[in-house]
């Protein structure tokens, strides 16, 4: 395992990046069954937005960057390219993750 200073997860988290992870989903979610099934979809967006929250959670990130990513991931709901579900199991990771690390 190695820490890079400047890493995804480590560097700080900016509506640019919130943008390029929501990107991301829309490019996954926008492919064809025959490129991706749906399952591979879903386990892709879930793993961005766990990627999103865990970005911002061990980050400084402004409380206007919370906001905006926030609005940026229930925009994506709002048009279909994130269920219900995929965004619950996304943050039931985080939470497993952030538990794990609480009570060692």
């Given at each position: 395992?190695?820490?890079?200073?400047?890493?995804?997860?480590r560097?700080?988290?900016s509506?640019?990046?919130?943008?390029?992870?929501?990107?991301?989903i829309?490019?996954?979610?926008?492919?064809?069954d025959?490129?991706?099934?749906?399952?591979h979809?879903d386990?892709?967006?879930?793993?961005?937005l766990?990627?999103?929250?865990?970005?911002?959670?061990?980050n400084e990130?402004s409380?206007?960057?919370?906001?905006?990513?926030?609005?940026?991931?229930y925009?994506?709901y709002?048009?279909?390219?994130?269920?219900?579900?995929?965004?619950?199991?996304?943050?039931?990771?985080?939470?497993?993750?952030?538990?794990s690390?609480?009570?060692?």
């Amino acid at each position: 395992y190695r820490a890079y200073g400047e890493s995804l997860t480590r560097s700080p988290f900016s509506k640019s990046k919130a943008d390029d992870f929501c990107k991301v989903i829309e490019i996954v979610r926008s492919q064809p069954d025959s490129v991706l099934s749906e399952r591979h979809k879903d386990i892709i967006c879930k793993n961005t937005l766990v990627g999103i929250f865990s970005s911002y959670i061990y980050n400084e990130t402004s409380f206007d960057t919370f906001c905006y990513t926030i609005r940026r991931v229930y925009g994506l709901y709002a048009d279909g390219l994130l269920s219900r579900d995929c965004i619950k199991d996304a943050l039931a990771k985080i939470w497993r993750t952030v538990c794990s690390v609480l009570w060692k």
